[in-house]
Structures are given as structure tokens and as C-alpha cells.
């Protein structure tokens, strides 16, 4: 069972940046795609970016492309968010995910870290 803590969420004004970890308690399979999905306050979880772990193949939500950037740092287990240029549609709960499908079907989770974006 692999346990993912995230890290790294806080108040930006918008227009500012955050960085969000999120550490694996054990090493992912080369299978395994590291995932970053988000639920704002009354709305439905939503995929917003997941690199493959054994790549640079990276995965974006339309409104994000541009803006965040996934990455990763394998020797810390340790995959990585950079929101930049946040806009107040950027609040929400961020969880990071582990699954095998790069935008859906996750099977581990963390416990969430919260990004509220102040105009």
C-alpha cells in the first residue's frame, strides 16, 4: 500500500505561484503515473495534470497548459506542481494520484492540501 503526502498549499494572491510536493512512501512501479487532481468548493474532482513516472511524458487539463508544469524527482519519490499565474478558479483541494492510465483510475491518494487564490 503506498501512502502519498502532499505538501505545499497555501494563500497566493492571484497572479503569484506555489509549488506543491507530494512524496511516495514507496518507490512507484515504472507503470505507474503520478497524478494531480483538484476539487473546488460544490464542484466534482478534476484531473488538472500526471506525468508517467518511467518518462517525460506529461499529461495537462486545457486551462492549465501553460501555467502548471508536473515534475518529478525520483531519488525523493517526490512528484512536483508548479502553479504559476494562478487565477481565483485555481482554488481548490489538490490531491495527488497514483494509477496506471495517465488521466483517470487512480488507486492511491493523498489526503489533500488546499490552494486558495485571493483577488
Known amino acids: 500500500q503506498m501512502q502519498l503526502v502532499e505538501s505545499g498549499g497555501g494563500l497566493v494572491q492571484a497572479g503569484g505561484s506555489l509549488r506543491l510536493s507530494c512524496k511516495a512512501s514507496t518507490r512507484p512501479y515504472s507503470s505507474h503515473v503520478m497524478a494531480w487532481l483538484r476539487q473546488a468548493p460544490g464542484k466534482e474532482r478534476e484531473f488538472v495534470a500526471s506525468t508517467r513516472w518511467s518518462d517525460s511524458r506529461s499529461y495537462y487539463k486545457d486551462s492549465v497548459k501553460g501555467r502548471f508544469t508536473v515534475s518529478k524527482e525520483r531519488a525523493e519519490r517526490t512528484v512536483y506542481l508548479q502553479l504559476n499565474n494562478v487565477t481565483v478558479e485555481d482554488t481548490a483541494v489538490y490531491y495527488c494520484?497514483?494509477?496506471?492510465?495517465?488521466?483517470?483510475?487512480?488507486?492511491?491518494w493523498g489526503q489533500g492540501t488546499q490552494v486558495t487564490v485571493s483577488s
Open positions: 494520484a497514483v494509477g496506471t492510465s495517465p488521466y483517470n483510475d487512480f488507486f492511491y
